[in-house]
């Protein structure tokens, strides 16, 4: 199962996704914002980090990237396309999931170990997860706060898109304590909290996270 | 078409002699500005003087300290692993298996303190690129900030936008912030220190020189364009005391219009231009197309450009006009002197220069040819076709030296006859532990999770260990589990006390910091933050640091392998306690063996064993200064023997498996550590005190919050009990159980007890109250 990771500039946690994907049994592959390419890849992480410095809109410039247009048509056909913090943010800016995150609501910077609970375990992201698990993963951005029109928060508690919830504590003031959704398809995740951070007791607060990871990967071998 | 700034050029100034120049405004004497007319035969031109005025400045050439520094190398321990010592831009330690750290940590004061933001964000900036120089990968930083007193209306300027600034920049650079310290005292009230550490790593053979050797070799300056941000930071914001009034929230308050004046000496970060930076000069570093390297920090293009010539070749010629501007009016003087931020001059083959622009164009990084390498011994500069700079490269970069008068402040004497002994102590169980909460909750010894929890600690993934713990700890392979571990100290108080036996308990607190991970100390970094150099109190304080740090390194078989002075950190006449940072570098063999401060809970539950010796010490104490406001007698006596003997158990310890939890005691005492391991581990425990035991302890006060060094409290392993007491017999460590983990709150036995959750509110809710 090869496994894309793409690098913008100012991307920073590239690293750790394609080391998430090792730890699950994948292959990572390095994806480049400037190529038109996705190297035939079986499934696309857009990491965190500050794309072009998040100077202006979170994600706002990154979307306009060339890789952004092979990605949004392939993400059209099926393919499954993670986005983790900054990722989730461009997913966001390119229309690939509805909302769009905002400043937290203390206005700094929160780096915190979440519970979360997995909603929706019917995406391609999170079939390793059984509906209404916990699982602890941090968290830790400046703007992630979810936020969407009424209408659009009424659709994806109807239609179960909501994938991820900050089961006690939400220290973005993220609405309905949103953490993820996905579009209406599933193949297309995207999450505030990092669960690359989340793939070993020694470097994080659990290993809770793999299962994003393991999802996409059992699925592959499966299909 | 822009209009091009008419220069003074060098055949100008031979033809003018006696046009008078501005040497005193740009910090110069007139014995220094006699030196130049000396050294060139003719008045500088007025690029020259900006040169050699940034150069000579304090904070760039060290004329102060050099002399004292010189006993750093000269009394370091002999040490393998040293792969390139001080004098570089950052010192490089062997770490094994290939691998090569490089360290060091700098000050940020006085940017911080006038515009606090952008102050402590170009802060953590500067100490990267030093890292970067040095050919390795920045993969971590830390910061130590003391500020006045917490509930001033000042520092609630200052903190938060420190806070933000390091927060910003950090993490927009994906550099994990892994420790630091966070103190306050009203001596820090108009003069606030941000010390900013960074660590690298690389393989042996990645080491960069910083020299422009090979004649005829391109000279490329890369990263940001230069703009008129910064000029003259080093000399007229780091190399000179602010005005204003002193002491009061008030008058410190009032100082905010002298701040707002120098506001435009205060440099702008990008971090995003950096992380490109940064990615970037590894490539090329890869890829083999650098000869020589040089990070552009304090006095920017002269900076770089003095010291790339005077260690290589000798010569360099460049064309000022040639340096990517962002603001078209700026002349020769002012493009030596601003200090933008996110540049690098490197040496490059011609050959190559193609291969170089074209990795730079890869990661959007800006490139400019501005000169080449020549063999004449001189550095010359161009502006647009005519000469403005002709000098010995070796006379800028060396600078004076001076042995500046030093002697013991005449308060020095009342200071150490005033004991803390003569301070009412509690003797009965409420005062006892109305003291531990007191001291709990006082903002120095609070919980920092309201700084720390805006910092990212997990961007790279290899962060093993990070605040509140001891030290930080990151793993460098993931196949092997080599690690480094890393912390830092200060403590103004010890050192206000006895200058050279506060540096010695400051360098010992951090070595035993990295020890109580379970890593070996190998090397350390100061950042030694004095008042004026020009009073000779603070100058015998500063000789005595030095002293002390040097002498302290030596009795633990650590080199120094770098720093950095920074003078001046003082309001009108009053100083700010010396305050050298230290930090300190260790190896850890195995990460997965590493110790944690926290105690954990289990059945049958792990013994805690107190290890050192207590004696009454108070001077200086966190008891004192918290519950009294007192500052007076002597520090602690270091122990530096019973400390190598400590951390020599600790290692032994932790790679035998036979630990679950180690925790150093400093500030505060027994009573501090035992509580911050409850609260980290969630976990009670029970401990017993001197009705119960014999030994070291005099009375249940002292035992609990005396400040002696060399200790520290661990938890055995249930079964390791026989085979950690005979490890402790060969390090020859004094230590006896004193209680056991477990329950659900911090119980001394026949005298208080709290509640884990009485003592996590005390201990958290300080910082939020104060800044929100």
Redesign the interface.
Same mark, same amino acid.
């Given at each position: 199962m090869r496994i894309g990771v793409i690098t913008f500039?100012?991307s920073?946690?590239d #690293?750790?996704a394609a /080391?998430a994907v090792r730890v699950a049994g994948g292959e990572p592959v390095p994806l480049w914002h400037g190529d038109r390419d996705l190297r035939g890849v079986d499934a696309v992480i857009l990491p965190?980090?500050?794309s072009?410095?998040?100077?202006l809109r979170c994600g706002a410039i990154a979307r306009f990237a060339p890789v952004m247009g092979e990605l949004t048509a392939a993400a059209g056909a099926g393919l499954p396309v993670l986005g983790i913090c900054n990722g989730f943010q461009i997913l966001c800016e390119a229309h690939l999931l509805p909302g769009a995150l905002t400043r937290n609501a203390g206005l #700094?910077?929160?780096? /915190?170990d979440l519970r979360l609970r997995v909603e929706n375990e019917r995406t391609a992201w999170t079939s390793a997860y059984r509906r209404g698990e916990q699982i602890v993963v941090?968290l830790?951005s400046?703007e992630g706060a979810y936020v969407a029109d009424p209408g659009t928060l009424a659709d994806l508690e109807a239609s179960g898109r909501v994938v991820i919830r900050y089961a006690e504590d939400n220290p973005n003031g993220s609405a309905a304590a949103i953490a993820g959704v996905c579009n209406a398809e599933g193949n297309v995740v995207g999450l505030m909290p990092?669960p690359?951070?989340a793939v070993s007791s020694?470097?994080?607060p659990s290993a809770d996270g793999l299962g994003f990871f393991a999802s996409v990967i059992a699925a592959g071998v499966l299909g | 078409m822009t209009a091009v700034t008419a220069a003074d050029t060098v055949a100008r100034a031979g033809a003018t002699p006696e046009q008078p120049q501005p040497y005193l405004e740009l910090g110069l004497t007139a014995e220094e500005y006699g030196r130049i007319v000396g050294t060139l035969g003719r008045r500088p031109t007025g690029a020259e003087l900006a040169l050699y005025s940034v150069m000579w400045s304090e904070h760039c050439s060290y004329k102060s300290s050099k002399v004292y520094l010189r006993q750093l190398a000269a009394k370091a321990p002999p040490s393998a692993a040293l792969l390139a010592g001080i004098g570089h831009n950052a010192g490089v330690v062997d770490i094994g298996q290939g691998y090569a750290v490089t360290f060091k940590i700098e000050s940020h004061n006085h940017p911080s303190y006038v515009e606090p933001l952008q102050g402590a964000a170009t802060g953590v900036g500067g100490i990267v690129r030093d890292i970067l120089a040095m050919g390795a990968r920045p993969v971590a930083v830390m910061d130590a900030l003391r500020f006045g007193p917490a509930a001033a209306a000042d520092t609630r300027r200052v903190l938060p936008g420190v806070v933000?600034g390091i927060?910003?920049y950090g993490?927009?650079?994906?550099l994990p912030n892994i420790g630091g310290e966070l103190d306050f005292d009203p001596c820090y009230a108009g003069n606030p220190l941000v010390n900013a550490l960074c660590v690298g790593v690389m393989r042996h053979g990645d080491l960069q020189v910083a020299a422009a050797s090979g004649p005829g070799n391109q000279v490329i300056l890369f990263g940001s364009a230069t703009g008129p941000d910064g000029i003259g930071g080093a000399s007229v914001l780091a190399s000179a005391v602010f005005g204003g009034p002193v002491g009061s929230d008030a008058a410190a308050a009032s100082d905010a219009p002298a701040a707002a004046a120098k506001r435009p000496s205060v440099q702008v970060g990008?971090?995003?231009?950096e992380?490109?930076l940064v990615e970037c000069c590894l490539e090329l570093y890869a890829a083999g197309l650098v000869v020589g390297i040089q990070d552009l920090g304090a006095a920017g293009v002269a900076c770089a450009t003095t010291e790339l010539a005077a260690a290589g070749t000798g010569g360099m010629r460049v064309r000022l006009d040639a340096v990517p501007l962002r603001e078209a009016s700026l002349g020769p003087p002012e493009i030596l002197m601003s200090e933008s931020q996110e540049r690098m001059m490197a040496v490059v083959e011609p050959a190559r220069v193609g291969e170089f622009l074209a990795v730079c164009a890869k990661?959007?990084v800006r490139a400019a040819v501005i000169g080449e390498v020549t063999d004449d011994g001189r550095l010359t500069m161009t502006w647009h076709g005519e000469e403005v700079v002709d000098i010995p490269p070796a006379s800028a970069a060396e600078g004076p030296v001076y042995r500046r008068p030093a002697a013991r402040g005449p308060d020095c004497d009342a200071l150490a006859a005033d004991d803390p002994a003569a301070l009412p102590r509690p003797a009965d169980g409420a005062g006892l532990r109305a003291a531990l909460l007191a001291l709990l909750g006082s903002p120095g010894l609070a919980d920092k999770s309201w700084v720390?929890?805006?910092?990212?600690?997990?961007?790279?993934?290899?962060?093993?260990l990070a605040m509140p713990e001891d030290g930080g700890l990151l793993?460098v392979d993931e196949s092997t589990g080599l690690g480094i571990a890393l912390a830092t100290d200060g403590n103004g108080r010890y050192c206000r006390l006895d200058p050279y036996l506060g540096t010695q308990l400051v360098l010992a607190e951090a070595y035993r910091n990295v020890a109580a991970t379970g890593a070996r100390p190998l090397a350390v970094t100061n950042c030694l933050n004095f008042g004026s150099p020009e009073d000779p109190a603070v100058m015998f304080q500063f000789a005595a640091a030095v002293s002390g740090l040097a002498d302290g390194c030596a009795a633990l078989g650590v080199p120094v392998t770098g720093g950095n002075v920074s003078f001046y950190n003082q309001t009108g006449t009053t100083a700010i306690h010396p305050t050298p940072v230290v930090g300190v570098l260790g190896v850890h063999d195995d990460?997965?063996r590493r110790l944690s401060i926290g105690f954990s809970a289990g059945a049958p539950a792990a013994s805690i064993v107190l290890l050192g010796e207590t004696d009454a010490e108070f001077g200086g104490s966190a008891w004192a200064h918290v519950l009294h406001g007192h500052l007076g007698g002597r520090p602690p006596a270091p122990r530096l023997d019973a400390e190598r003997r400590l951390a020599g158990l600790l290692a032994a310890a932790a790679a035998d498996g036979v630990l679950l939890a180690a925790h150093d005691l400093s500030d505060g005492g027994l009573a501090i550590a035992l509580a911050e391991s409850c609260l980290r581990g969630r976990v009670g425990c029970v401990v017993r005190l001197p009705s119960s035991l014999a030994g070291p302890f005099t009375d249940p006060f002292t035992a609990l919050f005396s400040e002696s060094a060399a200790r520290a409290i661990v938890t055995v392993r249930p079964g390791a009990e026989a085979a950690f007491d005979a490890l402790r017999d060969a390090h020859e460590v004094p230590g006896e159980v004193i209680g056991t983990v477990g329950g659900d709150s911090l119980a001394v036995d026949g005298w208080f007890l709290i509640d884990l959750e009485e003592l996590a509110a005390v201990h958290a809710r300080t910082l939020p109250a104060l800044f929100g």
């Open positions: 500039p100012g920073l946690d #690293r750790d /080391r965190g980090g500050f072009y410095g998040d100077y #700094r910077f929160v780096t /915190r941090p830790k400046g990092h690359e951070h020694l470097t994080g | 933000g927060s910003w993490n927009c650079l994906g990008d971090p995003f231009e992380k490109l990661w959007d720390t929890e805006q910092y990212d600690r997990y961007v790279r993934g290899d962060t093993v793993r990460v997965r």
